[in-house]
């Protein structure tokens, strides 16, 4: 069997460090670790329409942000595919079959979707689009016969609902579908990182987010003003790492090496943290060490960026190529889906001669 990634992200603002650790930076390891046949990564604009439907520009000009993101992280058109997700139409279609495959009942139980409809205020009228977005999303996946779906753990009950639409479809029509597998980042920190205030999550309303495409003056700011320990302080007090942005960033970044070039004074993380916890570590200090590890991992990300910015029709360009090769491996899947729910009229000739010979026997 073939080893395919498929994975996504909603066009709903720029990437920020958040969508990095989670998936973005172990995606550009997968596109280079060799191991992998095939890898789309979709623009899931049709899935962002199903909570922002009333704001289509939004989406819109989201695109190409997305866009910008992927390029600029180090995804590579000759070795992925970028695609967008309404400009697969097939995806819509196969939705629709799975949609008899599911409960209204196994839906509402989705933490996911619970929680956003909470956070979106859904709870009295929610759009049927959205309530049966993890169907669409297991559309997407299955078109490409994804065995892989680098996602942040905040998915994973949408991997667990297409398994089970998988093994559903697989046993009422026959073997046609590959059951996905979740991959998520094994460094528990990376797979939520929390907003600069503090919060449980970067999110963008809570204007809380590092974009990768933030300037230095703007990604400085942020990090200087980053919420710490609300009761360190003096230098000299104790503090706590626990619950402290700055260390929880350096928890996701700080490699040894980045001591000994920007603060030699420690030999690693947990000496560092140490040294905070006993007190007489100020936090101005620490913020001017994790500003100089991301400054690293993201001036090179800029760089790139704003070589994609200086031409914008190469960039759609290259999602109308990657779109249209995707359209013909979901075009695949589709025509063994609908031959093993036997609405393959058409291209069945067997079906035409047989009824034929019905005919005829039951005409005399
Ligand atoms: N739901 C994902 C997100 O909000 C985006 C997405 C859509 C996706 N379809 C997908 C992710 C399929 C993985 C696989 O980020």
Known sequence: MENIILTGDRPTGR?????YVGSLRRRVELQNCGEFDKIFIMIADAQALTDNFDNPDKIR???IEVALDYLSVGLDPSKVNLFIQSAVPELTELT??????????RLERNPTVKA???????????????FTYPVSQTSDITAFKATVVPVGEDQLPMLEQAREIVRKFNATYG???VEPKALIPENSVCQRLPGTDGKAKMSKS??????LSDTPDEVKQKVMNMYTDPNHIKVTDPGNVEGNSVFTYLDAFAKDEDFARFCPDYKNLDEMKDHYKRGGLGDVKVKRFLLAVLEQELAPIREKRKQYEKDIPAVYE????GTEAARVEAAKTLDEVRAAMRINYFDDAELIRSQQEKFNSTAD
Do not use: W
């Not at 290259?318 to 190529?321: A, D, S, T």
């Open 116 to 130: 956003e409809m909470q956070l979106r205020n859904f709870e009295t009228s929610i759009p049927a689009g959205f």
């Open 61 to 63: 000009d989201n695109i």
């Open 206 to 211: 809570l204007g809380n987010c590092i974009y």
């Open 175 to 177: 073997e046609v579908l």
């Open 318 to 321: 290259v999602l109308k190529k």
């Open 15 to 19: 990437l920020h460090l958040g969508h």
């Open 96 to 105: 629709f079959y799975y949609m008899n495959l599911v409960t209204i009942s």
